[in-house]
């Protein structure tokens, strides 16, 4: 007999039968009072998850209108299923290992940006609306200089959340009791700070007026925010569909996330005041400052992750706890941490390193099947976020080259040489299998590495030193870093010559 499909109409059947916590009937009733920009699994088990847990203690009170600006099944499918999805939480808590699964009821519906703009517009006329969400990557915060208000929708996130604000303004006349809290979520630096400046940029082009402009300044808030949860997604098909007869009816949006969370929200009483789900989630920190906790997540969890990785899937690893069970990528993976990263910091020394203990534990949660390919995705825009500005802090601080990050440059070099081109995409390639590097640089590299002798130390070090005086790339000349290119074009080049496994070997092995 086939399981049912997880929506409204069956939860009332599924109450008495299967494991997972389901809400109560009031919560579907709940307004909406949340605009958020983005579908994927990271959102969905993070703030998603915070306001279904305030909705339960009934304190939010709040359901959430998603948009979905890229392509994808996606948001069909959250619409089949009436929003609803399940989240499984697995980990290790107090030494013990948990499981736990929970029907997230706090998304009331979803609409596409590209076939149904007018319907998101009509959003804007909700006046119980009070914050705008979204998580579109480190690239998605970016001012695209053709984009026009008269798109339908517009092209960039920062396009469709101003043509959004303009329509709210324009509805209420703007009433200053109208703006809204705006946090985005993207792994960047200060990335409400930038929104907002993208956002008063297109109001000027646009010529949109100085009464929208001193409306959007004084009656809405950005706040710059720090979000920290691994959350590896849907699991692979079999082990899916033994979830679903666990549960005892099918979800295609099932999300496993890791126990640990954080939210670190920059913002005053007023927003603590504003932001309601906030009091009863221990993992949201609403602070004047929260330049400490951003530092030590992007450096060290982030910024491992982007520089090792590569190494790691050239050795054959393809999961993160590969990486943390992997006597070579393990070792590497602390010393670039403790070595390299932490002193980096300019944040207590002592917090750092707990923070970094903290991650390794992490890491090794037996649970989480986190794909190494996933954590590749954005790599270049990753590495400019998260390694850059720690390569130019060791140089400040230690007056060297930081040999391990060095290395874990190269690797990132070399997974991004991309041999093929097939239907627009590129694919790279390690032993006999092919992989996707799913990058916006992926033409970049291919045609940059296409004019290189992979077997002569020259031509790789011209190579790298193209790339590193890149500053469009970087936001600053790498090449200008005394020692850099060398030791990047030495690693790449005997990762070429003798192996990545031989190579890393050496490296590890220096103290």
């Not at 109450?15 to 994927?40: C, D, H, M, W, Y």
């Not at 082009?205 to 849907?234: H, M, Y």
Request: hydrophobic share 40%; aromatic share 10%; proline share 4%.
């Amino acid at each position: 007999m086939p399981l049912p499909r997880l929506n409204q109409q069956v939860l009332p059947t599924l109450r008495s039968q299967t494991q997972a916590v389901l809400s109560a009937p009031e919560i579907f009733n709940f307004p909406e009072k949340v605009l958020q920009f983005g579908a994927g699994g990271f959102l969905r088990a993070f703030a998603d998850y915070f306001i279904d847990h305030a909705n339960r203690q009934g304190v939010f009170n709040g359901r959430i209108v998603v948009v979905q600006s890229t392509g994808g099944n996606r948001g069909n499918t959250l619409g089949e299923q009436d929003g609803l999805f399940t989240l499984c939480v697995q980990g290790l808590e107090n030494g013990a290992a948990i499981e736990g699964y929970t029907v997230i009821s706090s998304i009331s519906r979803t609409l596409s940006a590209k076939d149904e703009w007018q319907q998101v517009l009509q959003c804007a006329g909700n006046p119980q609306l009070e914050l705008a969400l979204s998580n579109t990557t480190e690239v998605g915060i970016a001012l695209d200089e053709s984009d026009a208000l008269a798109l339908n929708p517009p092209r960039s996130f920062p396009g469709k959340l101003t043509a959004f604000l303009y329509e709210r303004f324009k509805i209420f006349s703007g009433a200053t009791d109208k703006g809204l809290i705006i946090i985005p979520c993207e792994l960047v630096d200060n990335n409400a700070d930038l929104l907002r400046e993208i956002i008063l940029k297109l109001a000027k082009k646009w010529e949109l007026g100085e009464a929208f402009v001193q409306w959007l300044t004084s009656a809405n808030r950005f706040c710059n925010s720090l979000v920290d949860r691994i959350v590896p997604g849907t699991p692979a098909n079999e082990a899916l569909q033994q979830r679903w007869q666990k549960l005892g009816y099918e979800d295609r949006l099932l999300t496993c996330a890791e126990v640990y969370s954080l939210w670190a929200i920059q913002g005053d009483d007023v927003i603590r005041r504003r932001l309601a789900f906030a009091a009863v989630n221990s993992s949201i920190i609403v602070a004047d400052d929260i330049t400490p906790y951003r530092e030590r997540k992007v450096r060290i969890l982030n910024g491992t992750h982007t520089l090792s990785v590569p190494v790691a899937f050239m050795l054959g690893n393809r999961i993160v706890l590969d990486n943390m069970n992997h006597p070579l990528t393990s070792k590497f993976i602390e010393r670039i941490i403790f070595d390299e990263i932490v002193p980096s910091l300019d944040v207590d020394r002592e917090s750092a390193t707990a923070f970094a203990h903290e991650a390794l534990e992490r890491w090794r949660n037996p649970f989480l099947q986190h794909k190494l390919i996933d954590i590749t995705l954005h790599s270049t825009s990753k590495m400019r976020a998260r390694n850059v500005p720690t390569i130019l802090r060791y140089y400040q601080k230690m007056k060297k080259t930081p040999a391990l990050i060095a290395f874990g440059f190269a690797a990132y070099l070399l997974f991004m040489r991309g041999v093929e081109e097939q239907n627009d995409k590129i694919f790279g390639k390690c032993g006999e299998e092919s992989y996707p590097i799913n990058d916006d640089q992926a033409g970049y590299f291919y045609e940059l590495w296409r004019r290189v002798n992979v077997n002569d130390r020259r031509s790789i070090e011209n190579f790298v030193k193209a790339v590193c005086s890149n500053e469009s790339l970087w936001g600053t000349p790498l090449a200008a870093l005394s020692g850099f290119v060398e030791a990047v074009s030495e690693h790449l080049y005997l990762m070429r010559k003798e192996g990545t496994e031989k190579a890393i070997g050496r490296i590890v092995a220096c103290e």
